[in-house]
């Protein structure tokens, strides 16, 4: 028997993580090489020695300091790109008419983490990997029992807008887009929830959330937003 075919992958799961890890991990070094020019050139003969000298001590320990938390950074935005590709390797896995991507751009500041479009609907996920016991109350996730300084729900939610206005200037028929949080630690305490519009899973439950879904999308407007998502990936 031949192999079970499975969903249309388009993109590269977690490239804009480490990209913007990257960049958080280097600009201290970029500033401080402008700044310790500029001290240095102040040393010369008609400036205080003295003043330029301090100047470049107060590089130094910025240097020091913004390396230190640029690292934690890194680490940070690789943990999340590395969320994201454990994620991408399950919704591999959908079924065959199921049409996965990966950081997708499409009017949002910071791209939407993973769009699947298939039988059973239109999804924006929203990767996080974060440690520590996820709930949720009152329409809201917890981390540890407090709030996390960025809503995941609301960055979904925008994600979900953002696609489906980008998709709607270009198609006469587009599904309601679901929003989803994923979280790819395994931390969510629930497993699946629904909370108003938005659902909230943990990365192995996520695939069969999308599978039981019932919007009942036809084929032929999965392929049309399939070649729009397409054009906006490649």
């Known amino acids: 028997m031949g192999e079970a075919k499975t ?21 201290p070094l970029l500033a401080s090489v402008l700044l310790a020019g500029f001290f240095l050139g102040a040393a010369a003969p008609r400036v205080p020695r003295g003043a330029a000298g301090l100047g470049l001590l107060a590089v130094a320990a910025f240097l020091i300091w913004a390396v230190r938390d640029g690292l934690r950074g890194l680490d940070s935005f690789f943990k999340g790109a590395r969320g994201e590709e454990r994620v991408a ?19 949002r500041a910071g791209g939407i983490d993973h769009v699947v479009v298939g039988p059973s609907g239109l999804f924006a996920v929203e990767t996080k990997c974060w440690a520590g016991r996820v709930s949720l109350a009152g329409g809201e996730i917890l981390v540890n029992g407090g709030a996390p300084s960025r809503a995941p729900l609301s ?20 599904p ?8 790819a630690s395994e931390t969510f305490s629930d497993g699946t929830a629904a909370t108003g519009d938005a659902w909230v899973c943990n990365a192995s439950r996520l695939c069969g959330l999308i599978r039981s879904y019932d919007c009942r999308v036809a084929r032929d407007d999965i392929e049309r937003i399939a070649k729009v998502m397409e054009q906006q990936t490649s």
């Open 7 to 27: 969903a249309n992958v388009h993109g590269v799961p977690g490239e804009r993580a480490r990209a913007a890890g990257v960049m958080r991990a280097l600009w």
């Open 89 to 107: 390797l399950l919704l591999a896995g959908l079924p065959e008419g199921y049409h996965v991507f990966h950081d997708v751009a499409c009017g």
């Open 155 to 174: 960055q979904a939610r925008a994600s979900a807008r953002a696609l489906a206005e980008f998709l709607s200037e270009r198609l006469e028929r587009v």
């Open 176 to 183: 309601t887009c679901v929003p989803v949080v994923c979280f």
